[in-house]
């Protein structure tokens, strides 16, 4: 098998991979499967009768696979495609002559108003999902006030924690009761 295959597979494998930890939805699963099948096909195809043939591909496949997917939950993680809020509430400050505490409160209003969520919610089955784990929910729920502000403070995921520091402890329920926990 050429180099030039072995390359294709790796970089295919990669890209596959990467979808699948980007993925917060059960539904790319099935389109990983129908990839996965595709490029098996081709490269099976690709090698030709006369060729010996080894697990190579096989391996290599399932490395690049192991690798992209590693590469997806970080970025998923770290919010690589996300919205920078920092960079939107810097520009409109300034180009409105808006505090960062207004800009924020008005973007705050505008994603997590009665208005908008009265509107039926298109980001289901998006590569994004910002409910919170279970039992996180179960120890936010009840906490209120500062305790509030406190457990948020020091979640993991430095957008919740950022959002301790920048609103009052009565948007941080609302927060919590219809957005991050609003699954359970």
């Not at 295959?5 to 970089?11: D, K």
């Not at 980007?22 to 009768?49: E, H, M, W």
């Not at 919170?132 to 179960?138: A, F, G, S």
């Amino acid at each position: 098998m050429s180099r030039a295959t072995l390359l294709q597979i790796a970089l295919c494998s990669l890209c596959i991979g990467w979808l699948v930890g980007l993925s917060a939805s059960p539904v790319l699963g099935s389109v990983v499967t129908a990839l996965i099948t595709a490029l098996t096909a081709y490269f099976a195809l690709q090698q030709g009768n006369g060729e010996s043939r080894t697990a190579t591909p096989i391996f290599l496949t399932v490395v690049m696979i192991v690798l992209g997917s590693g590469i997806g939950v970080y970025g998923r993680t770290h919010n690589w495609l996300g919205f920078d809020r920092e960079a939107e509430a810097k520009n409109w400050s300034l180009r409105t002559g808006l505090s960062e505490q207004d800009v924020y409160r008005k973007m705050f209003d505008h994603e997590y108003s009665v208005a908008a969520s009265a509107v039926p919610d298109t980001k289901q089955g998006v590569l994004f999902d910002t409910s919170l784990p279970k039992d996180e929910c179960v120890q936010l729920r009840p906490a209120r006030g500062e305790d509030l502000r406190r457990l948020l403070g020091a979640m993991k995921e430095q957008y919740i924690s950022d959002l301790a520091q920048k609103f009052p402890a009565i948007e941080l329920e609302y927060l919590v009761d219809n957005i991050l926990c609003r699954k359970q």
